[in-house]
């Protein structure tokens, strides 16, 4: 009786610790949860507030400029017809705002070709010198390497000025490649794109060059296919930095070429001329337009970026 009695003070004991552990795990999944929830909220507000802005009538901006969330007039497209049709509102017309100019077609376009553009061409370049690096060492490419990673440590404004005396003296800045040339020597993406096919089996490429192939036609047929994730990721990122670069193309073009404007410069200029309450809402209409692409692109590709995240720990 002894021993049983011990044995079941014992049992008794277990689980009145185990339930213990599991009510602390469960407080800290809701404390967890809780503190995820706010975070998030804090995150999105901004981008909430810019949307629901962006609907509001000028004259809800002017004479309620803190109720966002309860428009007197009804939400509106006005904002947008502003930027994207010239359409003002008739009590609007004759007014010094109405005389601005809002290229938002050219803006747009020029966005989508120097980030998509930029993006497609520097994924070429980039793959191609990682395969280089990784399939075809030569001698003395580790210290090239090496030199190269280490200029990543070198920020991009240092060497702005350089690149924008190089643009002026090819005569290439009345063009949309003074957008994309610079940006086809960055080193982080080809660093990326070489650590992925460092986990392709070189054996793999040895049997296909015994076959007769050709390097490009290695590259193009066996390697990139098996590299598409990592492509997908630093396409996404090149992405989102040549649509959201902003100091660059403000460096190459002046006011007089407002029709080579990327939309990030335009909608700079837009910020700046709606300091008055009656057109803060064309600046977050312009704000909501430019997150819009990047958004897309994302979801788009977010299940590449998941795959590649998990695949990134697979030893192959």
Same mark, same amino acid.
């Given at each position: 009786?002894?021993?049983?009695?011990?044995? *079941?003070?014992?049992?008794?004991?277990?689980?009145?610790?185990?339930?213990?552990?599991?009510? &602390?795990?469960?407080?800290? &999944? #809701?404390?967890?949860?809780?503190?995820?929830?706010?975070?998030?909220? @804090?995150?999105?507000?901004?981008?909430? #507030?810019?949307?629901?802005?962006?609907?509001?009538?000028?004259?809800?901006?002017?004479?309620?400029? !803190?109720?966002?969330?309860?428009?007197?007039?009804?939400? %509106?497209? $006005?904002?947008?017809?502003?930027?994207?049709?010239?359409?003002?509102?008739?009590?609007?017309?004759?007014?010094?705002?109405?005389?601005? $100019?809002?290229?938002?077609?050219?803006?747009?376009?020029?966005?989508? /070709?120097?980030?998509?553009?930029?993006?497609? *061409?520097?994924?070429?370049? =980039?793959?191609?010198?990682?395969?280089?690096?990784?399939?075809?060492?030569?001698?003395?490419? !580790?210290?090239?390497?090496? @030199?190269?990673?280490?200029?990543?440590?070198?920020?991009?404004?240092?060497?702005?000025?350089?690149?924008?005396?190089?643009?002026?003296?090819?005569?290439? +800045?009345?063009?949309?490649? =003074?957008? @994309?040339?610079?940006?086809?020597?960055?080193?982080?993406?080809?660093?990326?794109? &070489?650590?992925?096919?460092?986990?392709?089996?070189?054996?793999?490429? $040895?049997?296909?060059?015994?076959?007769?192939?050709?390097?490009?036609?290695?590259?193009?047929?066996?390697?990139?296919?098996?590299?598409?994730?990592?492509?997908?990721?630093?396409?996404?990122?090149?992405?989102?930095?040549?649509?959201?670069?902003?100091?660059?193309?403000?460096?190459?073009?002046?006011?007089?070429? +407002?029709?080579?404007? %990327?939309?990030?410069?335009?909608?700079?200029?837009?910020?700046?001329?709606?300091?008055?309450?009656?057109? #803060?809402?064309? =600046?977050?209409?312009?704000?909501?337009?430019?997150?819009?692409?990047?958004?897309?692109?994302?979801?788009? =590709?977010?299940? &590449? /970026?998941?795959?590649?995240?998990?695949?990134?720990?697979?030893?192959?």
């Amino acid at each position: 009786m002894g021993k049983n009695q011990l044995t *079941l003070e014992r049992y008794v004991g277990y689980r009145k610790a185990n339930q213990n552990r599991h009510t &602390k795990i469960q407080y800290g &999944k #809701i404390i967890t949860f809780i503190f995820l929830t706010i975070f998030c909220i @804090i995150w999105v507000l901004p981008f909430f #507030i810019m949307f629901l802005g962006s609907l509001r009538g000028h004259l809800d901006n002017m004479n309620y400029p !803190k109720e966002i969330f309860y428009p007197h007039s009804g939400y %509106t497209l $006005e904002n947008y017809k502003i930027l994207l049709l010239q359409q003002y509102p008739e009590d609007m017309m004759g007014s010094h705002n109405s005389t601005q $100019e809002y290229h938002m077609g050219y803006w747009f376009m020029n966005s989508c /070709i120097s980030a998509i553009g930029g993006t497609l *061409l520097y994924l070429l370049v =980039a793959s191609l010198a990682a395969y280089c690096f990784t399939f075809m060492p030569v001698r003395g490419s !580790k210290v090239l390497f090496g @030199i190269l990673v280490a200029s990543m440590v070198i920020p991009g404004t240092a060497t702005a000025v350089g690149n924008q005396m190089n643009i002026f003296s090819w005569g290439l +800045n009345k063009s949309l490649l =003074a957008l @994309i040339l610079p940006g086809l020597g960055g080193v982080y993406g080809m660093y990326l794109i &070489k650590t992925f096919f460092m986990s392709i089996p070189k054996d793999l490429v $040895e049997s296909a060059k015994m076959d007769g192939y050709s390097n490009l036609e290695i590259f193009f047929r066996i390697v990139l296919p098996l590299g598409k994730t990592v492509l997908f990721v630093q396409g996404l990122f090149g992405f989102m930095g040549g649509w959201n670069d902003l100091v660059w193309p403000q460096m190459l073009f002046g006011v007089k070429d +407002n029709k080579l404007w %990327t939309l990030q410069v335009g909608m700079a200029y837009v910020i700046n001329n709606s300091r008055t309450s009656d057109l #803060i809402g064309t =600046a977050l209409a312009g704000g909501v337009i430019c997150l819009a692409p990047v958004l897309v692109a994302y979801i788009l =590709a977010s299940n &590449k /970026i998941i795959e590649g995240m998990a695949s990134a720990g697979i030893k192959r």
